[in-house]
């Protein structure tokens, strides 16, 4: 399975930005996706998921600002971004669960499959 994201740039304080990943290989409606972001320094934090039924979730800081979807037919999972940060500035991921049929997850573990990660910047 291969993931491949596009869509990151730079953007100015109250922009928008949307995120692709393209995934091949495997059988993607049945798997949940997620995506993940890291700055410079930090960790590597969750950022939304979307699961088989289209049920998502989303860390607290981007709800009502990021939407999470999906494409099926197009194997493609998408991330909306509106009213941008400069502290959304990270390099964005990509991943996918590799066991069939289960729910959206924040935990990193869980995703068996990453993409090479997408730079988005924020200017104030």
């Known amino acids: 399975v291969q993931l491949v994201e596009s869509g990151g740039g730079l953007t100015q304080d109250g922009g928008s930005l949307r995120l692709s990943c393209v995934v091949s290989?495997?059988?993607?409606?049945?798997?949940?996706m997620g995506w993940f972001r890291q700055a410079p320094g930090k960790d590597r934090e969750f950022v939304a998921s979307?699961?088989?039924?289209?049920?998502?979730i989303y860390h607290d800081t981007v709800k009502g600002r990021f939407t999470i979807s999906r494409d099926n037919a197009k194997n493609t999972v998408y991330l909306q971004m509106n009213s941008l940060k400069p502290e959304d500035t990270a390099v964005y991921y990509c991943?996918?669960?590799?066991?069939?049929?289960?729910?959206?997850?924040?935990?990193?573990?869980?995703?068996?499959?990453w993409g090479q990660g997408t730079q988005v910047t924020v200017s104030s």
């Open positions: 290989g495997g059988y993607f409606r049945a798997y949940a």
């Open positions: 991943a996918g669960r590799s066991l069939k049929y289960v729910g959206a997850s924040s935990y990193s573990d869980v995703y068996a499959f």
């Open positions: 979307i699961d088989w039924r289209d049920d998502s």
